[in-house]
């Protein structure tokens, strides 16, 4: 089973990047997908998540009107459109699957709800 993460670069401020998250191995149809990220020196945080049933989103509040996740059912993949980038979101970006999700239960924002992770792909944002 694997995540596989990439997209990520170097980009001027104001500037796109789309990341992906590439499942193998498994199906995460009934999992939430998420993305955290983790800066020099920082804590891991969380930045958005998917629910890949419904396909309902939700987002930290940092990235809220500049990121943006979808899903090909298809290519069993995730993407994270990141516009309006900023130097503060330089970071290593991971993508990440709650494979224990029951259908009620909140959207996990801590790391430890998440059982699998990618390797995790750079993105750093220049001013």
Do not use: H
């Amino acid at each position: 089973v694997q995540l596989q993460a990439s997209g990520g670069g170097l980009v001027q401020a104001g500037g796109s990047l789309r990341l992906s998250c590439a499942a193998s191995g498994r199906t995460f149809s009934r999992s939430i997908m998420g993305w955290f990220r983790q800066a020099p020196g920082k804590e891991r945080e969380f930045v958005a998540a998917l629910n890949w049933a419904g396909g309902s989103t939700y987002y930290a509040d940092s990235v809220k009107g500049r990121f943006t996740l979808s899903r090909d059912n298809a290519k069993n993949t995730v993407y994270l459109q990141m516009n309006s980038l900023k130097p503060e979101d330089t970071a290593v970006y991971y993508c990440a699957a709650d494979s224990r999700y029951t259908l009620g239960r909140p959207t996990s924002t801590r790391r430890e709800s998440y059982d699998y992770w990618g390797q995790g792909t750079q993105v750093t944002v220049s001013s």
